[in-house]
């Protein structure tokens, strides 16, 4: 059985580490591969205050930061070689996939020429059309998938896209989640609320959380929202979050003299969130993401997303993914409520069946 573990990440994130760290108690090592990240936004490094099990280091290595414009974001790679030495210390070795590609190249055949195991966690690719650009990545990854013993899928259509053109020939779907033992912790609250929620349509309060960055595509629910306020409609939209957008959009409702967008900035503490969550209609992604939807739902509130990161169909299904994100003012939200169904959510996301399952694969 496997006793160390190393996990390799281009920048720790909080709900990444929340996540994974509930592998420890199963293990002799767990450790964790970051590179310094950036100040703000999604590619923020996250530092724990303290580590819950006494079995686990976060290893910051200084990385050369290359910027990148991808299909459908725009991001950063960090590429740290010295990874290389820490791998005769493990067992098996877990991978964020096409994403960390600069580190992988040189990951993976030294961990193949050392035996051990390898695990790729990929996203696949959730745009309609394959870019050239990646089919040209599609075939440089699967020179390298080729060569690792189990290969990870974000969603259904990551899992799908993975095996089809990426060469993956062990793949096993894990949905892209985060811990939930606080979720579980208040269902009580969360069973309440969404049982005593009622619908004001003279005040229809939309909420989003998560990063603040362009791709996101935050400035276009505001102008809908502006826009559909002009023509009798009663929206409020509150943005929580933080990232490199937040000041341009702040300024951007300012000198259009907009009273219906409330920024809060980051919020970071779940119990501080509850409330935005349980005072919302609907919570609504117009751009790249997939994190927050799950958090939505988990905390009892419906979610509509343009197309994301593959991830909205298994979370919130094919017709709550819209073609275009002003379509959300023609979604009967009320009915949306009361179709709701919590339970079958949390039971699919339910982080100890998520470990469970990839107790089983390393």
């Given amino acids: 059985m496997t006793k160390k573990v190393l996990i390799v990440q281009r920048v720790l994130t909080s709900y990444r580490f929340e996540l994974l760290q509930e592998l420890a108690p199963?293990?002799?090592?767990l450790d964790f591969v970051?590179?310094?990240?950036?100040?703000?936004?999604?590619?923020?490094?996250?530092?724990?205050?303290?580590?819950?099990?006494?079995?686990?280091?976060?290893l910051t290595l200084n990385a050369f930061r290359f910027g990148y414009s991808g299909d459908s974001r725009n991001t950063s790679l960090f590429f740290y070689p010295q990874v290389l030495k820490l791998l005769k210390n493990y067992d098996t070795v877990v991978l964020e996939g096409t994403t960390n590609l600069l580190n992988n190249i040189l990951i993976v055949p030294y961990a193949k020429i050392l035996g051990k195991k390898i695990l790729w966690w990929d996203a696949g690719y959730s745009l309609d059309k394959r870019t050239l650009k990646r089919k040209i990545i599609d075939n440089v990854v699967k020179i390298f998938i080729q060569l690792t013993d189990v290969q990870l899928a974000y969603s259904t259509k990551a899992k799908k896209y993975m095996q089809t053109y990426m060469g993956a020939t062990n793949c096993h779907l894990l949905l892209n989640t985060i811990n939930t033992a606080y979720f579980e912790s208040i269902q009580d609250e969360i069973q309440e609320n969404i049982r005593n929620y009622k619908y004001n349509p003279e005040n229809i309060k939309l909420l989003y959380v998560g990063a603040i960055e362009e791709r996101k595509k935050i400035k276009e629910l505001i102008d809908i929202v502006i826009q559909a306020n002009r023509e009798g409609k009663k929206f409020t939209l509150t943005v929580?979050?933080?990232?490199?957008?937040?000041?341009?959009?702040?300024?951007?409702?300012?000198?259009?003299?907009?009273?219906?967008?409330?920024?809060?900035?980051?919020i970071y503490d779940k119990e501080n969130l509850k409330k935005y969550y349980?005072?919302?209609?609907?919570?609504?992604?117009p751009g790249d993401g997939g994190?927050?939807?799950l958090q939505s739902l988990l905390y009892?509130?419906?979610a509509v997303c343009?197309?994301?990161?593959?991830?909205?169909?298994?979370y919130i299904g094919k017709n709550l993914t819209l073609h275009k994100i002003k379509d959300f003012m023609n979604i009967d939200i009320a009915?949306?409520?009361?179709?709701?169904?919590?339970?079958?959510?949390?039971?699919?996301?339910?982080?100890?069946?998520y470990i469970s399952k990839l107790e089983n694969l390393y």
């Fill in 300 to 302: 009892g509130l419906p």
């Fill in 291 to 293: 994190l927050g939807l």
């Fill in 240 to 266: 929580i979050g933080g990232g490199s957008h937040l000041n341009f959009l702040k300024q951007y409702v300012l000198e259009n003299a907009v009273t219906c967008i409330d920024f809060t900035g980051p």
């Fill in 278 to 285: 349980f005072n919302s209609d609907l919570f609504v992604l």
């Fill in 34 to 58: 970051t590179s310094q990240g950036e100040t703000q936004g999604t590619l923020k490094r996250y530092k724990p205050k303290k580590i819950k099990y006494k079995n686990i280091k976060i």
């Fill in 306 to 314: 343009t197309a994301a990161d593959g991830t909205e169909e298994d």
């Fill in 26 to 29: 199963s293990l002799e090592q």
């Fill in 335 to 353: 009915m949306l409520h009361k179709n709701f169904n919590y339970q079958s959510i949390f039971e699919k996301v339910n982080f100890k069946l």
